[in-house]
């Protein structure tokens, strides 16, 4: 199976780029703060519970 990719964002500079998903070091290439999460998109935020609350309304 090839490298799944996944979209992640970095909170200090807004910066969006792709990794594969078994990345670990979650540095944004960017700005290299470590300030880098998974982008999700709205829905996925309210779906979950727990993220969901990090969602200013
Ligand atoms: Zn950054």
Known sequence: MADEKL???CEAC?????R????KERICPY???KAVHEE???ADLLDDPELGTC???
């Open 20 to 23: 594969v998903k078994t990345w």
């Open 31 to 33: 700005c290299g703060k």
């Open 55 to 57: 969602v200013p309304l």
């Open 14 to 18: 807004n910066y969006k780029f792709e």
């Open 40 to 42: 999700r998109s709205v």
């Open 7 to 9: 979209r992640f964002v």
